[in-house]
């Protein structure tokens, strides 16, 4: 059985970017389940219709669908039981739920305003369009005003990842002494502006940048060596 994950790119198909694509790629990594990467454009909606989805990443595997990078973790965890937990358990998927949010709404709501200009430039002038009308509504602002002080902007935003910092000075991961899907959901932002951006969010000495290396090293430099800029 062949399984297929629809996954956002831009002009290259190779550069996978989308931050919950990044959380799924990384929760099939963690359960060592491959799926076949089909590229998807923003301009491209028709092709996951059929399965009750207008976003990525959309998961195929066999007969079933799922879409939402949250709602794929979970299904995975409760489809391949035999593979490595994803939560290590009820207690920790109720925590990753939680989690989730404070990933959706600091960390990439945090990181967009700053590369949402710089992603602009690695699409088709068909997905331009789309995005730039759909984003600036969201920002309130054009693409260009919203990273225009963003050199000011990062200092609140590394500030904003206080709490992840003084768990990572306790332990290694945010999932404890290994990476599970609490890391994943976490990087996966991270990873999506390493692969869209030149600018940058960490310095050398965060604990968060140190632990943001170690996922890029994770499941042979899988994310390390997806197209990206080194930053």
């Not at 060592?32 to 301009?43: L, V, Y």
Request: net charge neutral; hydrophobic share 40%; proline share 6%.
């Amino acid at each position: 059985m062949t399984r297929k994950l629809f996954e956002l790119c831009g002009t290259e198909t190779e550069r996978v970017f989308s931050p919950f694509c990044w959380r799924t790629r990384m929760a099939l990594a963690h359960k060592d389940i491959k799926a076949e990467t089909i590229p998807w454009r923003f301009s491209e909606k028709d092709a996951i219709a059929p399965h009750q989805s207008d976003k990525v990443p959309v998961l195929i595997d066999g007969e079933t669908s799922i879409a939402d990078s949250w709602a794929i973790a979970n299904y995975l965890e409760d489809t391949y039981p035999d593979r490595p937990s994803l939560f290590g358990g009820e207690g920790g998927r109720a925590m990753g739920r939680m989690l989730n949010w404070w990933g959706d709404t600091v960390v990439l709501g945090g990181i967009f305003p700053m590369i949402a200009a710089d992603i602009h430039g690695l699409l088709r002038p068909a997905d331009q369009a789309y995005f730039r009308k759909t984003r600036e509504a969201r920002l309130g602002k054009t693409l260009e005003e919203a990273a225009a002080n963003r050199d000011q902007a990062v200092e609140g935003f590394r500030n904003a990842l206080n709490p992840m910092r003084l768990t990572l000075k306790t332990q290694t991961y945010l999932g404890g002494t290994s990476p599970n899907y609490a890391d994943y959901i976490v990087f996966g932002p991270f990873q999506w502006a390493r692969a869209t951006s030149p600018f940058k969010l960490l310095k050398e000495d965060d604990p968060v940048y140190a632990w943001r290396e170690k996922l890029l090293d994770a499941f042979g430099g899988m994310a390390r060596n997806s197209p990206g800029y080194v930053v």
